[in-house]
């Protein structure tokens, strides 16, 4: 059994996308699942997430499975630079600047320096599932975050922002990836 954490976007929240269906396929197979939801868009900033995140920090061992999509893939980021973790799957992720609407509320998470060597030995396994048409996140971010991670991006294609409003309210291939 695994703690698992499946972490929101902006302006997310823990019953959208693919999260209600993939947590109860995660359960269904003996796992904790937590699925926290962050204050979004108001309040939105990386110190108030780390402050939720706080109240499930004895769930948060070496042993979790990290998934985020959109910010809260970046957010892994952030999180790996302070606690380890068995896995991370980062989908539709964030990284640095987006040149759109959303880089504002973004800034305090993506646009900065990350610690790489410390993110890379606190996991050593990563997967990033992007889409060839994504409408917020170009695929040559999520191609400029693979290099720092080592991992190749498994390319969804026609997937857009792999959500919901994408047609995405389950994600087989991505539960096939997840380690029991």
Same mark, same amino acid.
């Given at each position: 059994?695994?703690t698992? =954490? %499946?972490?929101?976007?902006? +302006?997310?929240?823990?019953?959208?996308?693919? =999260?209600?269906?993939?947590?109860? &396929?995660?359960?269904?197979? +003996?796992?904790?699942?937590?699925?926290?939801?962050?204050p979004?868009?108001?309040g939105q900033? *990386? @110190?108030?997430?780390?402050?939720?995140?706080?109240?499930?920090?004895?769930?948060l #061992?070496?042993?979790?499975?990290?998934? +985020?999509?959109?910010? @809260?893939?970046?957010?892994?980021?952030?999180?790996?630079?302070?606690?380890?973790?068995?896995?991370? =799957?980062?989908?539709?992720?964030?990284? @640095?600047?987006?040149?759109?609407?959303?880089?504002? +509320?973004?800034? #305090?998470?993506?646009?900065?320096? =990350?610690?790489w060597?410390?993110?890379l030995?606190?996991?050593?396994?990563? &997967? %990033?599932? /992007?889409?060839?048409?994504?409408?917020?996140?170009?695929?040559?971010?999520a191609?400029?975050?693979?290099k /720092?991670?080592?991992?190749?991006?498994?390319?969804?294609?026609?997937?857009? /922002? *792999?959500?919901?409003?994408? @047609?995405?309210?389950?994600?087989?291939? !991505? !539960?096939?990836?997840?380690?029991?």
């Open positions: 059994m695994s698992i =954490f %499946i972490i929101h976007g902006v +302006g997310g929240n823990p019953e959208e996308n693919w =999260f209600p269906w993939l947590k109860a &396929e995660l359960e269904k197979l +003996g796992n904790k699942v937590i699925v926290p939801q962050f979004t868009p108001e900033t *990386l @110190g108030n997430w780390l402050a939720t995140l706080k109240n499930y920090e004895a769930d #061992t070496p042993e979790s499975i990290l998934i +985020g999509h959109s910010l @809260g893939g970046c957010f892994i980021l952030n999180l790996l630079e302070r606690y380890p973790a068995r896995a991370a =799957f980062l989908v539709a992720p964030v990284f @640095g600047i987006l040149g759109n609407a959303f880089d504002e +509320g973004m800034k #305090t998470f993506a646009q900065r320096e =990350f610690n060597p410390t993110i030995a606190n996991c050593s396994h990563f &997967e %990033i599932f /992007h889409s060839d048409n994504d409408p917020y996140v170009p695929l040559t971010k191609e400029d975050l693979s /720092h991670l080592n991992t190749p991006v498994t390319l969804v294609p026609g997937g857009g /922002h *792999l959500n919901q409003s994408a @047609g995405y309210t389950k994600f087989r291939e !991505l !539960l096939e990836r997840i380690p029991n």
